[in-house]
Nanobody, 126 residues
Framework: VQLQASGGGLVQPGGSLRLSCVAS????????IGWFRQAPGKGREGVVC????????FYEDFVRGRFTISRDNAKNTAYLQMNSLGLEDTAVYYC????????????????????WGQGTQVTVSS
């Protein structure tokens, strides 16, 4: 079971990036997917989660209206489109799958997310 996150990079404030999370050796559509981030010196925080069961999404307030999560089950891939990036968005971003088809009630906590990608660095700087 592997998750591979990619798409990070250096972007100016106000810019955009799209992160990808590809699953191998298992069907991503069976599980809810969460995106998390961890800034230097801070704990890992949930950003957004999407159910597999009904596509319902759960955004944290600090990204609502700027970030969009999506999934392409045919490609076994999830995406995080990030627009209007600010300095505060600088972090390592991780994707993870939940143990169930729905986002756990503990989200934005990391509990019940059992498979994690390796993380991709997003740096917002002028």
């Amino acid at each position: 079971v592997q998750l591979q996150a990619s798409g990070g990079g250096l972007v100016q404030p106000g810019g955009s990036l799209r992160l990808s999370c590809v699953a191998s050796e298992f069907a991503l559509d069976r599980y809810a997917i969460g995106w998390f981030r961890q800034a230097p010196g801070k704990g890992r925080e949930g950003v957004v989660c999407i159910n597999s069961s009904d596509g319902k999404t759960f955004y944290e307030d600090f990204v609502r209206g700027r970030f969009t999560i999506s999934r392409d089950n045919a490609k076994n891939t999830a995406y995080l489109q990030m627009n209007s990036l600010g300095l505060e968005d600088t972090a390592v971003y991780y994707c993870a799958t939940s143990v169930a088809p729905y986002c756990p009630h503990t989200f934005p906590g990391t509990k019940y997310f059992d498979h994690w990608g390796q993380g991709t660095q997003v740096t917002v700087s002028s």
